[in-house]
């Protein structure tokens, strides 16, 4: 095995190093030897042996991170869960968009409980929510008058900005967005090699 592993392990993969440390300590290996061939201090194989005569193998197994408990009770999530099917109109906000800060606000005014926005992700996707990202465009968004705008104002714009400035701003044309106008296709200048004439 020696260094060949992840800079960051995995809870099964740190598991599954230390019951092989416990493989090899209970074949014969010296702790130092071990230490050397999973690529771990001398220290840590030291605990590993210690917990491994103490209390067994199964101390070298993971143990599942329960997090902190839940400040409300299951029929207070039920009962959020209908809120949020209700609206967030109904809920005394003024538009119908539910946010993370929004049901925080919520929870502390119906039962007086803080929480950070970020943990409550978890639970309202095990209620069956989920974060939805909004529309790219708007509801409103009327295709016939933008199209009358581009072929009609657009044209009068453009021209009285050239005739101003004599060249157009980056954010009129397209490429500017994604990469500068006069940038050739294919490989950056800077990756290319040198000509030696």
């Known amino acids: 095995m020696g260094s060949q592993h992840p800079f960051r392990l995995t809870p099964g993969q740190l598991e599954a190093r230390r019951l092989l440390a416990a493989s090899l300590l209970e074949s014969g290996w010296h702790p130092v030897d071990v230490a050397d061939e999973l690529g771990v ?10 917990r491994l005569r103490e209390e067994g193998l199964q101390a070298l197994w993971r143990k599942p991170h329960k997090g902190r408990p839940s400040y409300l009770k299951p029929a207070q999530w039920r009962q959020l869960a209908r809120a949020l099917e209700a609206g967030a109109l109904k809920a005394g906000f003024p538009t119908e968009r539910w946010t993370l800060p929004r049901v925080v606000q919520f929870i502390q005014r119906r039962w007086g409980v803080g929480y950070h926005p970020a943990s409550l992700s978890e639970p309202l996707h095990r209620l069956g929510f989920s974060a939805h990202r909004p529309r790219s465009q708007a509801r409103e968004r009327d295709e016939a008058l933008i199209e009358a705008w581009l072929k009609r104002d657009w044209p009068r714009i453009k021209r009285g900005l050239e005739e101003a400035a004599g060249r157009l701003p980056s954010w009129t044309r397209r490429a500017a967005r994604f990469e500068p106008a006069s940038a050739p296709h294919g490989r950056p200048s800077a990756l290319r090699p040198r000509s030696t004439a």
């Open 41 to 50: 201090t001398r220290g840590a194989v030291s605990q590993w042996s210690k």
